[in-house]
């Protein structure tokens, strides 16, 4: 089975997943009368489970919605030591160093992630592990907040393969690493 790591995430115009506090409302203000999910339940369709950082996992745990995940959750977090009680039936707690996540998940039979959350995403990057990124631009300028994307030490090479427009006023980006 082929191994990837993928992230489907929406960001401001300036870059930012949520505001200066924290806050994801304004990723949901553009008028969708439809219910248009942009891709997320195809692309849901062809990932095995999820890596999130604990401040995502805390989040989506907030929403008052029916859990919102079909596909095994594995959270990281290095302050946890286990999975709090309330959480135990909606995620597993997965930590070390990042190869040896991805071992221990390929080892359940979890090859192809969605990786998700900033810090998440960044440390991803740093260790050069992302092999595809759906972006779409909500195009608003935030002016500050959580980024999507910090330093590097190198520079990572993408492509565009496909981009695409939704309610007329949102942009995805659809990039694969280039080998
Ligand atoms: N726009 C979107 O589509 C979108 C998508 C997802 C999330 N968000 C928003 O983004 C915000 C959360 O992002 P975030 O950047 O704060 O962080 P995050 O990646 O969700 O969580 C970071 C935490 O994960 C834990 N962690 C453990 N190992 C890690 C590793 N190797 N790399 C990174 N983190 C590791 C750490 O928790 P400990 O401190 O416990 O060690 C760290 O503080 C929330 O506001 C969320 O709603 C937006």
Partial sequence: MEKKNKVFI?????GYIADR????????????PDNIDMGYGEFMSEIDALVTGRTTFETVCGFDIDWPYQKP????????TSIPD??????????GPLKSILE???EKGCYRLYIDGGK????????????????????????????????????????????????????QNYFVRKS
């Avoid at 929406?10 to 300036?14: E, F, I, K, W, Y």
């Avoid at 959480?87 to 930590?95: P, Q, S």
């Fill in 10 to 14: 929406a960001t401001s115009l300036d």
């Fill in 21 to 32: 506090n924290g806050g994801i409302d304004w990723l949901h203000s553009i008028p969708n």
């Fill in 73 to 80: 959750v594995f959270f990281l977090s290095n302050s946890l």
């Fill in 86 to 95: 309330k959480f135990k039936d909606r995620a597993m707690l997965i930590k």
């Fill in 104 to 106: 221990q998940l390929h």
């Fill in 120 to 171: 998440t995403i960044q440390s991803f990057l740093k260790e050069d592990l992302i092999d595809e990124m759906t972006i779409t631009i909500i195009p608003y300028l935030l002016g500050g907040g959580i980024p999507l994307f910090t330093e590097l030490s190198k520079r990572l090479d993408f492509e565009c393969v496909a981009a695409k427009i939704y309610l007329e006023k949102v942009v």
